[in-house]
């Protein structure tokens, strides 16, 4: 009998790469959208050279500064303040405590990680490799299991414990929490709105270069099966006309085969 679900709370469970993804340097993708009487399209994916690196970062820093010039001449495009000012309020950026949250948000976030790494290497979570045990369990099945049937014996233990390591990393976040809000608390409403917009610009021009650098990045790595030497796509305007799963999918697979070795998490 399938029990009932409840809302599961979010726990720390980052995925990890496996030996078997390191030092990849090429890798088929299978493409087939189950139309009668046509054949799968295969496409490889390689990885780029140091100079096709540095092209593809050239050409995203191009998309990135022309989103920081509204830094120092907001004026110049009065529209796209306004669609950032939307953007923001709908987010719940509107008072003095929202803003703040907002500012502080990077470096929570850092804060987050540096707890996350120090307590995952202390005490209990730390012997015989305990939380990558648990987190791997529950990336490899048991978070599906549990949402199915929250009281599957397996899957409530497992959850059970990563829900005490989040709580456990959650604590020990919330002094440096505080400390953060402290130093935007002197500022006025005016100073913090200000700042408030320039990090939202930074944050779409840093979208903007991670979007247009993964996009020459496809065009740079899709080869065809057949012949890896050659490219697949002739101009960069095929890229952007790509269907998005289509996208997204070359995209995964080439940031799975090119992630840095060393690193443990998404």
Known sequence: MVK??????????????????????????????????EEPIKVWLSKLSPIQQRDAADSATGSRAKLLALKNNPEADTNRIAVFREQLEDLGVKDRDSMIEFLIGPKLQEAYMSAESRLGSEGKWAEDDFLDALQKSWNDGLADDYAVDNENEEALRVYTLLVEFTDEVNEAVEEDKEDLRL???????????????????????????????????????????????????ELRDEVDGLDPKVLNTLLSEYNQMTADPIEGKD
């Not at 390191?22 to 087939?32: M, Q, R």
């Not at 944050?203 to 490219?231: G, L």
Request: proline content about 1%.
């Open 183 to 233: 130093e935007f608390s002197h500022l006025s409403d005016e100073d913090l709105a200000a700042r408030v917009m320039d990090r939202a610009i930074d944050a779409e021009a840093d979208f903007a270069w991670v979007n247009e650098f993964s996009r020459w990045q496809v065009f740079y790595a899709v080869r065809y099966d057949d012949n890896h030497k050659e490219q697949y796509f």
């Open 4 to 37: 009932a679900t409840t809302t599961t709370k979010e726990v720390i469970a980052p995925t990890r790469r496996r030996l078997s993804d390191l030092y990849v340097i090429g890798k088929e993708v299978v493409f087939d959208d189950g139309t009668e009487g």
